[in-house]
């Protein structure tokens, strides 16, 4: 369901109110990290759909990855 983008890191999930909890556990398995969890606002037309039912998207899961270092 994820796939990894230039920097190695999990490509975003998007997923229906119904599917959250599948997409936040899919990310937590394979990046072993909590994953970042934004609900996309309202009045925002998403053309994204779900990736488990294909209905019309209300969050994104993902893993935040930074490659910049602190200090």
């Known amino acids: 369901m994820t796939k990894e983008n230039d ?3 999990t490509a975003a999930i998007y997923s229906c109110e119904e599917h959250v909890e599948y997409a936040l556990e899919e990310v937590v398995n394979e990046e072993g990290m909590p994953p970042t ?5 309202s009045g925002i037309l998403s053309t994204k759909r779900c990736a488990y039912c294909g209905k ?4 994104i899961v993902s893993n935040e990855y930074s490659h910049t270092k602190c200090g």
Do not use: A
């Open 7 to 9: 920097l190695g890191t």
């Open 37 to 41: 969890l934004k609900r996309i606002e």
């Open 56 to 59: 019309p998207s209300v969050y």
